[in-house]
């Protein structure tokens, strides 16, 4: 027992030993970290502080130099105010200097009115006094001798503004001419026209001998079906590779071509294929009409053309006017419309549309309206603008002109329409409708002379106006527009002009050198009335 706690008291020793041993190495570990703690906080705080001195002392730099700053802008508007202050002063100085002198001359302006009013009391005063004597000499009074002065300045200046008015009106009458000359001439220059060459016939080429006898058919019947269904005439002659196709109608003789064509690359030829390759043909046609028309309105720089538009224009391809193709003539207008327009200082684009769309309405239906109105009517169907619409209804005033466009599109369409080689015209008939016009303006009674100009589309007549009044000349051009209506037949509107008028011409006589005038002058210079030179 006493073995047994023995080694119980030694183990308890040990262990208390050991707790103790470990107690001691905590203590000494707690001290340790205490000193390192207390040099960690020690070395923050130097830190801490460094930072601290090295942010106060930029501060303290900064704020000097802000002070510094602060400092030289007090100067500056300081020494500005002061500079502004005495500028102040110096205007200030100088507006009462103004005002001085300004009452100064007030003073003195108020004694020359006093003066002046004094000088014409007293000049009114002699004037009356004046005029008095005058009266007395002439023997007449104050209000006669007001009159006639009166009458007879009115009379002189009445002469002298209708002298300056004729010379004003000559002058600016000569300036236009020359530049609406000009005008035209730089037009016309900036064009290049193709000269009309007479056109009833186009040729197609084919590959031999054996298609004539299939055109030709048994006994002609395939010749005859494709000259009925095309309202042609094909002509097969000699020639070993080619037919000619010959029509006035520009219109079927492209029908005819493009469906001689179809039958010549088909090989089949008999009055059903023929009727097949006429019905494609003219589709084609139709079809090609659209591109042509938007061909040439992209060329004109055009925008937002209606399809309907662009294909009546291809249509005029196939529209002569005395053998000058109309679609060309169109496009031709339309440059010429607007190479004026911009000399006019007018839009354009407005006058190309207006002279591209004045012929449109040639390639409509027939109907009871002329193609000027019709075209118009068709345009402001189309959504054109009321501008456009009026232009193309008035290129042959058929309505008046509502704006400048509705005269440029005359000018520029006459001058397409009458240049040399535009259009071709047998010489005889021209001539004889030339002296038809003439003869019956001559058959009315009044009448003393005729002359026919724009190329026939225009008659003047002269009649005497002591002889014709205004009424009988009015009827005189109506029925002079009836007869015309009554004897001709041509498609090419008439324009029928009565002149009427009175010349009235004096001439001045040379002035006299004689030196008794000259002493008469100087005498009526003296301050004689006019009635006593």
């Known amino acids: 027992m006493n073995d047994v706690f023995d080694w119980n008291s030694i183990v308890l020793g040990l262990l208390a030993t050991c707790l103790f041993a470990e107690c001691v190495i905590l203590y000494v570990r707690a001290h340790s970290m205490k000193n390192k703690m207390e040099a960690d906080a020690e070395n923050i705080r130097k830190e801490e502080f460094v930072k601290y001195e090295k942010m106060r002392n930029e501060l303290e730099f900064a704020t000097r130099e802000r002070e510094l700053e602060l400092k030289s802008e007090y100067e500056d508007l300081l020494s500005s105010v002061k500079s502004a202050k005495r500028e102040t002063e110096d205007k200030l100085a100088e507006a009462k200097e103004a005002v001085r002198l300004a009452e100064n001359m007030e003073r003195r302006a108020r004694e020359e009115f006093a003066r002046f009013s004094k000088m014409k009391e007293e000049a009114s005063a002699a004037s009356d006094e004046y005029v008095k004597k005058l009266a007395d000499l002439a023997r007449l009074n104050i209000a006669d001798i007001r009159k006639i002065a009166r009458v007879e300045i009115e009379r ?15 002058r600016e009458k000569r300036g236009l001419d020359a530049q609406a000359r000009r005008m035209v001439l730089d037009a016309m220059q900036r064009i290049s026209p193709e000269i009309s060459r007479e056109a009833s016939s186009c040729v197609v080429k084919i590959p031999n001998d054996a298609i004539k006898g299939r055109l030709i058919g048994r006994e002609g019947r395939n010749i005859r079906s494709f000259e009925n269904e095309t309202a042609t005439t094909l002509v097969i002659d000699e020639s070993p590779d080619s037919v000619m196709i010959s029509s006035f109608n520009p219109y079927r003789r492209q029908i005819a071509k493009l ?61 002569l006017s005395m053998n000058q193709n109309t679609l060309v003539h169109s496009e031709e207008t339309a440059v010429l419309c607007g190479l004026i327009a911009s000399e006019l200082d007018c839009d354009p684009s407005i006058a190309k549309r207006v002279g591209l769309f004045h012929d449109i309405g040639k390639a409509l239906p027939q109907s009871d309206m002329s193609h000027a109105k019709a075209g118009a009517a068709f345009c402001e169907r189309l959504g054109e603008s009321e501008i456009v619409c009026n232009a193309v209804a008035a290129h042959h005033g058929e309505v008046p002109d509502r704006s400048v466009y509705a005269s440029i599109l005359q000018i520029a369409d006459s001058l397409s329409a009458g240049r040399p080689g535009a259009r071709m015209e047998a010489a005889e008939g021209y001539i004889q409708r030339i002296k038809t016009l003439e003869e019956i303006a001559l058959s009315f009674g009044g009448v003393a002379g005729a002359y026919v100009i724009q190329a026939g589309r225009e008659l003047r007549a002269v009649v005497s106006p002591q002889n014709v009044s205004d009424v009988e000349a009015a009827e005189i051009a109506r029925g002079i527009r009836k007869k015309i209506e009554e004897m001709t037949n041509s498609a090419i509107p008439v324009k029928v002009t009565i002149i009427r008028e009175s010349r009235f011409t004096e001439t001045t006589k040379p002035r006299s050198e004689d030196p008794g005038d000259a002493e008469l002058e100087k005498s009526s210079a003296n301050g004689f009335p006019a009635e006593h030179r």
């Open 259 to 319: 469906a001689l064509e179809f039958l010549i690359k088909d090989g089949r030829i008999n009055p059903a294929t023929i009727e097949e390759a006429v019905a494609r043909a003219k589709e084609d046609v139709k079809k090609n009409s659209y591109e042509n028309g938007a061909v040439v309105a992209e060329r004109l720089g055009l925008a937002r053309v209606h399809p309907d538009l662009l294909s009546a224009l291809g249509e005029l391809s196939l529209h």
């Open 156 to 170: 002189k200046c009445e002469e002298d503004l209708s002298a300056y008015r004729a010379e004003i009106i000559a």
